[in-house]
């Protein structure tokens, strides 16, 4: 009978349990999209910030105080100490690896322009978007597309094995009146210089140093200065999670750790953790975060994730609210059937039972609709705000839902009191 | 002599400063038909929540069925009305998205247990048989009432106690409802019945007029 009940005040009673089904999916589907959304918010972000650049920079343990003029450094590079290529995939050993998203070795060596008085011009090599195999993943492609997205080309990217193509900055081209097509015959400075003649692929635009001279295929700028097989720099894209006290103890001395929180660092994805961890991979090179970056990432972070809560959070209580009016209105509505219930010796208790096995079934339903519209709201903040989807964490589904039956049943709870206190006498009898 | 099924002695029963209903002396006997008579006010209603257990008297005692309930805790009123008594309502109170038949076994399900077959016997023997699966929205005033006569039957009562059911009927519908009145008479069930109408008050064996809650008169009604 007590299934019966429920049953038929639900099938007959539609109208007015569809309001609270629905107050409780539009809460259920804002707190799906929310979670969704911070529980995926740090990754998302974290890749978003990518886009300001690499937030740790490579270079060899002794590197040479370069003497740089005007961006042409004037100190010959064959006496530097250089980082041997090969090295680098072991970027991608480390205990973090899947936290690299890519890295991008650059070599940098001045060049003479022919026929405009012999102006020496930077010339950077790097790789653009190469396959580079690593442990674990035959197809990893990285460069300096990855690394630095915020590299603009206007015409097209080189590909990484052309060795008669090349980038002209932005700046270098307006002075020099370059444009995509033109062919430009480079030499590098020094008595080892190579010399070739290329193909302007494309204007760079960096808001860089690079804008100023020339961005080349590595291998080509390798060849040409003599330099097979090394590099000079390489910049690296991780994703790494906010500083902390922690991390802030490390950076001051990594020696006053003990070994338990030495641990804890180690196999957290600090970005200091991470640079040490590639300095262990790579005996000869010194890792440096580039703070700036790595630490604004941090808070932005924080920030938007302690915002979601709070939202979340607020959403909870209002739809809390709104379930618990809602209750108080069909409560007066039904004082009359209340009131005959306990006529006919219904005690309080199976009253309530009724009231809140009615709430319990509004939570389910309405949760596990709100479970699929939020995840459509979800994925609509994911394309609008980032440019991607969401990924769906099934966790949610019975979170939402045993939060959709507590929101219904908490706002239940109160208005409930009003059964105890209501009398039969009162309602039965003609006086209302 | 008949065995007395409901006493009350000294009932009383106040609001604040408002005497509703001033020391009330009655007996009923089992089998008997027992309208209350009186003009608005005089406390009619009142009268018939204290014999429903429905509220507590003031003063004064209520014995019913052998049972002294004017000291009874809340539990033990809801338990009291439960076994003891049927109601039957001015506005028929049927629980709106439960069929006629669901509504009677309602009153079973508090009582004890559900029984389709027997719900659906006193269904029949209101002459619903043919309305059993009706929402008491597709059910005409006096059909709903019938319902609700079904309903306080359900559970043999030991009295049934009903407030104006007519008065929200019409004149055929009220025939009705007095023809079934008489047949539970006819069947020795006890009735109390609060009317306004003199014409069903006609038919019972007794008539007791209340005025400011007193006793004004209490006698036959032929
Ligand atoms: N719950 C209550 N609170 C205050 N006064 C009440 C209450 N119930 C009844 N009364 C008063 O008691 C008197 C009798 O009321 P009632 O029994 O409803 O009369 P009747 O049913 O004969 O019209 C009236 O004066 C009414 O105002
Ligand atoms: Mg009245």
Not at chain 1, 152 to 158: A, F
Request: include cysteine; glycine fraction near 8%.
């Amino acid at each position: 009978m007590f299934f019966l009940m429920l049953r038929q005040s639900f099938f007959r009673g539609r109208k007015r349990k569809a309001l609270a089904t629905i107050t409780i999916v539009l809460a259920a589907s804002l707190i799906t999209a929310l979670m969704n959304i911070s529980i995926d918010v740090g990754d998302k972000m974290s890749k978003e910030m990518k886009s300001y650049g690499a937030n740790i920079n490579m270079v060899p343990k002794s590197e040479n105080i370069s003497l740089e003029i005007g961006g042409v450094d004037y100190n010959p590079l064959e006496g530097q100490v250089l980082i041997d290529q090969k090295e680098l995939p072991k970027i991608k050993d480390i205990f973090w690896h899947n936290n690299i998203v890519g890295y991008a070795p650059f070599l940098k060596v001045t060049a003479e322009l022919a026929g405009s008085g012999k102006r020496r011009v930077p010339l950077v090599g790097t790789e653009f978007d190469r396959v580079t195999p690593v442990a674990g993943d035959e197809e990893f492609r990285t460069g300096v597309k990855v690394v630095n997205p915020y590299w603009q080309v206007h015409g097209e990217w080189p590909a990484d094995d052309d060795g008669g193509a090349i980038l002209a900055g932005a700046g270098l081209a307006r002075e020099m009146n370059l444009k995509a097509g033109d062919r430009i015959r480079v030499k590098v400075a020094g008595e080892k210089g190579g010399e070739e003649i290329f193909t302007v692929k494309g204007i760079l635009t960096t808001s860089g140093a690079e804008e100023s001279g020339l961005v080349a295929p590595l291998q080509v700028v390798q060849r040409l200065a003599g330099l097979e097989g090394k590099v000079q720099s390489v910049s690296v894209s991780a994703l790494t999670v906010p500083e902390d006290k922690l991390s802030r103890k490390a950076r001051n001395s990594s020696d006053k750790l003990d070994s338990a929180e030495y641990d804890r660092w180690y196999c957290t994805a600090y970005v200091s953790s991470i640079t040490h961890q590639i300095e262990e991979a790579i005996p000869n090179v010194t890792a440096r975060p580039i703070w700036q970056v790595a630490a604004s990432e941090g808070a932005v972070v924080n920030k938007i994730q302690l915002l979601m809560i709070v939202v979340t959070v607020a959403a909870f209580i209002a739809s809390g609210l709104g379930i618990s009016s809602l209750m108080v209105t069909t409560i007066m509505e039904r004082s009359r059937e209340i009131g005959l219930m306990k006529a006919l010796g219904a005690a309080d208790w199976e009253v309530y039972l009724l009231f809140l096995s009615e709430s319990a079934v509004v939570g389910v339903v309405g949760g596990l609709l709100g479970c699929a519209a939020g995840y459509g709201l979800s994925q609509v903040i994911g394309l609008s705000v980032f440019g991607s989807t969401v990924a769906f964490s099934p966790i949610v589904i019975p979170v939402n839902v045993a939060i959709s039956v507590m929101i219904a049943l908490a706002g239940s709870l109160m208005p409930s009191r009003l059964i105890t206190k209501l009398y039969p006498a009162e309602v039965l009898h003609g006086r209302r | 002599m008949e065995q007395i099924v409901l006493e009350t002695k000294g009932l009383t029963k106040r609001f604040g400063n408002v005497t509703s209903l001033d020391r009330v002396d009655m007996q009923v006997r089992k089998g008997e038909w027992v309208s209350i008579m009186g003009p608005s006010g005089s406390g009619k209603t009142t009268m018939l929540n204290l014999l429903s257990c429905l509220d507590a008297p003031s003063e004064g005692e209520y014995i019913l069925d052998g049972v002294a309930t004017a000291t009874l805790t809340e539990k033990q009123r809801v338990a009291v009305r439960r076994e003891k008594i049927g109601l039957i309502f001015q506005q028929f109170h049927l629980v709106p998205y439960l069929t006629a038949l669901e509504n009677v076994m309602l009153a079973q399900y508090y009582h004890s247990m559900i029984d389709s077959k027997d719900a659906e016997q006193a269904l029949v023997h209101v002459g619903l048989g043919h309305r059993i699966g009706h929402l008491p929205s597709q059910l005409s005033g006096g059909e709903q009432q019938r319902v609700c006569i079904a309903r306080a039957l359900i559970n043999q009562p030991a009295i049934i106690l009903a407030d104006e059911p007519t008065g929200n009927l019409d004149e055929a519908n009220e025939e009705v409802v007095l023809n079934l009145f008489q047949e539970l008479h006819r069947e020795g069930r006890t009735i109390i019945l609060v009317t306004h109408n003199p014409e069903l008050a006609e038919y019972s064996d007794r008539v007791i007029r209340l005025h400011h809650g007193r006793v004004q008169n209490d006698a036959s009604a032929h």
